[in-house]
């Protein structure tokens, strides 16, 4: 199945209790694409770049089975560049530089070899642009999952409630969902949301796990305790490119299934937060991911206190 990833691809500047590094490669669609791609390729990408991105990075991206006909490079701009520093328990950080740069007027481009797209995933960008991205596709895929944040509340709400209702699966964190709905209960969040247009939302809680609710079904999938976090950039981006890229690969858009995929993201997710930036998600095993994967299924594998008591 084609799976169309749209989002940033960025240079990053990384500073956590653990160390710090200058620019490297980064961005909402470059983890996305990437942990996608250990679920199927190719992963097509639609992002835009200025000419100081290195080749040798698109290439990596290319060796990983993503298809960069989508990515263009803007001479004589510079590419988009963020920069945070970490709390010392790194539940917060602090945005030191913010550059747009070339996605500041950002217009995505799809080649014609990208409209077979059947899975779109929209990663974090302005919402119109977003939105672009689906008017200019001439099918609508079978699912179209959305991530967003909290920014684009506050400055472009009407923007994104528009784009919102076009969507199949909203991804977001708690915060975000208890901002965008008003509530502060999750599940009253997630109902809220889903009168937006979404069949589906996933709100994310970091290192206590992902909530999946879809109509009147939940599901909870925790997070797996980790001896050490290194760096949580693109953990979010990451979880979601697992997830799409499961259910891409499967072709299956059933509860059932995306309950197996939100556990595929959360894999995906703990292996990135191993080191810094994208560096843990380039050289991942099969074998790895599926240990890793049943390790999240040991978490929650239990009989009920009374199915035992009645035995």
């Known amino acids: 199945m084609s799976l169309v990833v749209i989002g940033s691809v960025a240079f990053d500047a990384l500073e956590t209790p653990f160390g710090k590094t200058d620019k490297i490669i980064g961005g909402a669609a470059t983890y996305i694409s990437l942990s996608a791609s250990y ?6 990408l639609v992002a835009v770049v200025g000419d100081d991105f290195p080749q040798s990075d698109i290439l990596l991206l290319e060796e990983h089975g993503v298809n960069t006909e989508g990515l263009q490079i803007k001479e004589g701009e510079k590419s988009f560049f963020w920069s945070g520093k970490y709390s010392n328990d790194l539940n917060s950080r602090e945005t030191l530089v913010t550059e747009l740069n070339v996605l500041a007027n950002f217009d995505p481009i799809l080649p014609d070899s990208y409209q077979d797209c059947k899975y779109l995933m929209l990663g974090n960008l302005a919402p119109q642009v977003q939105r672009l991205v689906i008017q200019r596709l001439v099918n609508r895929p079978k699912l179209i999952v959305m991530d967003t944040m909290n920014f684009w509340m506050d400055v472009a709400l009407d923007e994104l409630k528009t ?8 991804s977001i964190n708690d915060e975000e969902a208890r901002q965008l709905s008003g509530q502060h209960s999750l599940v009253k969040a997630a109902k809220i949301i889903m009168g937006m247009g979404p069949k589906t939302v996933i709100i994310k809680k970091g ?3 992902a909530l999946l609710f879809c109509k009147n079904k939940v599901f909870y999938a925790p ?3 980790l001896e050490e976090v290194f760096d949580p950039t693109g953990a979010g981006d990451t979880f979601a490119g697992g997830f799409i890229g499961y259910l891409a690969a499967t072709d299956d858009i059933s509860f059932e299934n995306m309950k197996r995929a939100v556990v595929h993201g959360s894999a995906m ?3 990135c937060v191993e080191k810094f930036g994208t560096e843990r998600l380039l050289n991942l095993t099969p074998e790895e991911v599926e240990a890793r994967e049943q390790k999240f299924a040991d978490l929650v594998a239990v009989v009920p206190a009374t199915a035992t008591q009645n035995a």
């Open 163 to 170: 784009t919102i209702e076009m969507v199949d699966v909203l």
């Open 39 to 44: 679920s199927l390729k190719p992963v097509k």
């Open 223 to 225: 997070a797996l305790p």
């Open 269 to 271: 997710a703990s292996f």
């Open 207 to 209: 290192e206590h796990g």
